[in-house]
């Protein structure tokens, strides 16, 4: 059975930084495009970065919103993908989704599986 999970959401203030995991399970994530996804009180749901399956070459791509303050990366031996957020502003504000597909690559909400979410509150 195919499971995303999420953690490491919570309480910032702004300017400060945050890493949310997202562990794999019931599948080899090396071989999926992982995508982060946000969605904010009111919103629709945005993509904010994405990593290319490892069988392909492994790149990457942000949202401008969060260009240069995001980064997205893997860990193969444990079977998880992170998201290490620096830089905080309340506009960061959201329910974080971690998504997974074996053929798309991009931040559309195109993928197969998806988590179920975690909390990020940017806040003084």
């Known amino acids: 059975q195919v499971q995303l999970v999420e953690s490491g959401g919570g309480l910032v203030q702004p300017g400060g930084s945050l890493r949310l995991s997202c562990a794999a399970s019931?599948?080899?994530?090396?071989?999926?495009?992982i995508g982060w996804f946000r969605q904010a009180p009111g919103k629709e749901r945005e993509g904010v970065a994405c990593?290319?399956?490892?069988?392909?070459?492994?790149?990457?791509y942000y949202a401008d919103s969060v260009k240069g303050r995001f980064t997205i990366s893997r860990d193969v031996a444990k079977n998880a993908v992170y998201l290490q957020m620096n830089d905080l502003t309340p506009e960061d504000t959201a329910v974080y989704f971690c998504?997974?597909?074996?053929?798309?690559?991009?931040?559309?909400?195109?993928?197969?599986?998806w988590g179920q979410g975690t909390q990020v509150t940017v806040s003084s």
């Open positions: 019931g599948f080899a994530s090396e071989y999926y495009a």
């Open positions: 990593v290319r399956s490892v069988s392909s070459d492994g790149s990457t």
């Open positions: 998504a997974a597909d074996r053929f798309y690559y991009g931040l559309d909400n195109m993928y197969d599986f």
